[in-house]
């Protein structure tokens, strides 16, 4: 099928688009590239470049391309800078959402694929998450997605869309070929920070709060990767066939790793040791989050490939070993 990949240029849309092209499909791009990078695309595929909120940019693409899915993996996505500016988020994660399924009506493409997030259950005390579970995002950037959540329940009873929402954990790790992983500036993500600093790119990871009622005291998250998620989204593909579909999954591997667990990881996996210390809590942080899994499981055949953060941290070690810099040339 033909798949428009809206931030197919990013972090998890250019793995997807990777998926997308073993399982057979046809995806074309749609990025900014704000964020996203040339160099994740593959020779050989249509990418457009603009702005998914420019109905008059996106529509005449839907209906050329003659799209029968789109994707949805363009979200700005930092916690931290939603909360110091909340209007940026609302602006490219909402309304511009809306301006795409906009254009998606228009054109009539009516099966719709979202990237949420596990930050919709804000601070629930209850583990593992299942998919009905109260939504109760804590930040601008997780209200977002709860909003575009909704809106998408609404365009089902309304105009008959189709749609699936992923609410992803940790997304982690990289191809396994080497060939594109994570390059975020500024980076966040605890495992390449552990990788860069067991590399000397950065003077020391700090691990943020050490009394946490886990088994070691530092938080307990839930690591899943990157193929892994994208597989899960091409699964949900036959499942939209019919009107007015409307599916949510949690996806990760409901094995979650500790901080420590990570650092131990990085320092086996490449030999080297991560310089690290303590620091206080940070506001918001959870002792522990995790998925149950199982509807992804059972409802979609998914297969969790990469099951322990051994073998996470393995591919995003082979990532950064081979591209130091990122995709810098």
Not at 35 to 40: K, N
């Amino acid at each position: 099928m033909k798949i428009l990949v809206v931030g197919g240029a990013g972090y998890i849309g250019s793995h997807c688009v990777r998926q997308l092209l073993a399982a057979g499909h046809q995806p074309i791009i749609i990025d900014n590239f704000v964020y996203g990078h040339r160099d994740s695309i593959p020779e050989g595929l249509t990418v457009y470049e603009g702005d998914m909120g420019d109905i008059a940019f996106t529509q005449p693409i839907l209906e050329k391309e003659q799209v029968e899915i789109v994707m949805h993996f363009a979200a700005f996505a930092y916690v931290g800078e939603s909360t110091s500016d909340p209007l940026k988020y609302y602006d490219n994660n909402v309304a511009k959402t809306v301006h795409l399924l906009q254009a998606m009506r228009n054109a009539n493409v009516n099966r719709f694929i979202f990237s949420s997030s596990c930050t919709i259950f804000g601070e629930s005390s209850k583990m593992p998450l299942h998919e009905d579970l109260p939504l109760q995002a804590f930040s601008p950037y997780g209200q977002t997605k709860q909003d575009v959540e909704v809106l998408l329940g609404y365009c089902a009873k309304a105009y008959g869309l189709s749609y699936a929402c992923f609410r992803y954990f940790n997304a982690s790790g990289a191809d396994p070929e080497g060939t594109i992983g994570e390059d975020h500036d500024p980076e966040t993500h605890l495992i390449p920070l552990a990788i860069q600093a067991a590399r000397g790119q950065r003077d020391k990871l700090v691990i943020f709060g050490m009394d946490y009622p886990t088994p070691d005291g530092t938080c307990l998250r839930d690591y899943v990767h990157v193929n892994d998620l994208s597989r899960a989204h091409i699964a949900a593909f036959d499942k939209l066939k019919t009107p007015g579909t409307e599916l949510h999954y949690n996806l990760g591997t409901g094995k979650p790793a500790s901080v420590l667990e990570v650092i131990n990881t990085v320092e086996a996996v490449s030999g080297l040791s991560v310089p690290h210390e303590f620091g206080p809590r940070r506001p918001g942080d959870v002792p522990a989050a995790y998925a149950y899994p199982e509807k992804a499981i059972s409802e979609l055949n998914w297969q969790i490939e990469f099951p322990d953060i051994k073998s996470i941290v393995e591919t995003a070690w082979k990532w950064h070993e081979s591209h130091p810099n990122g995709f810098e040339k």
